[in-house]
């Protein structure tokens, strides 16, 4: 398809949706690329009612650490749901209650703290999606909803060769 028409079919699919290029809801211009999908994907029910059904997770660097519903131990002793073998992180640093996709956060009595907003934990305190917290100086982030970024663009013209 020819970038005129992909143009012209994005603008009467954005005219058909009710969606503005300069605010987007729907369909979003990735300038230099092209156009990405923009709204909350949802599924259906058997009964036609959208849901959504997304595991709260923990993101620490690169890693993704799911949660179970209940209590999730953070620290670096073996045994703990959320494993985080970093320095300055107890054994036994923090808990994460979660329940019903709501979620809470308590100090275990750690030496270097439990800190949301910059703010030392010294009583159980909801965790909202999103938010970042700190066991000492590392920082985590709760998310309890769907990720809503947009895929990262890799270089084209890295080739990669096979070896024998």
């Known amino acids: 398809m020819a970038p005129a028409n992909l143009n012209v079919l994005v603008g009467e699919l954005r005219q058909a949706l009710h969606d503005d290029a300069k605010e987007p809801r729907f369909v979003r211009t990735v300038f230099g690329f092209g156009y990405a999908f923009a709204a909350e994907a949802t599924g259906e029910s058997a009964a036609g009612a959208a849901t959504v059904t997304v595991q709260p997770r923990v993101l620490w660097e690169r890693r993704v650490i799911p949660l179970l519903e209940g209590e999730n131990v953070i620290g670096r002793d073996e045994g703990v749901a959320v494993r985080i073998d970093a320095p300055g992180v107890s054994r036994n640093h923090a808990r994460l209650l979660v329940s019903r996709g709501q979620a809470t956060l308590e100090d275990l009595g750690s030496k ?7 703010q ?13 917290f700190r066991l000492g100086r590392l920082v985590l982030l709760y998310r309890s909803g769907p990720e809503t970024g947009s895929t990262v663009t890799e270089d084209a013209t890295v080739r990669h060769t096979r070896t024998p």
């Open 112 to 118: 270097n703290g439990t800190y949301l907003n910059d």
């Open 120 to 132: 030392r934990l010294d009583v159980p305190t909801p965790l909202p999606d999103g938010a970042a």
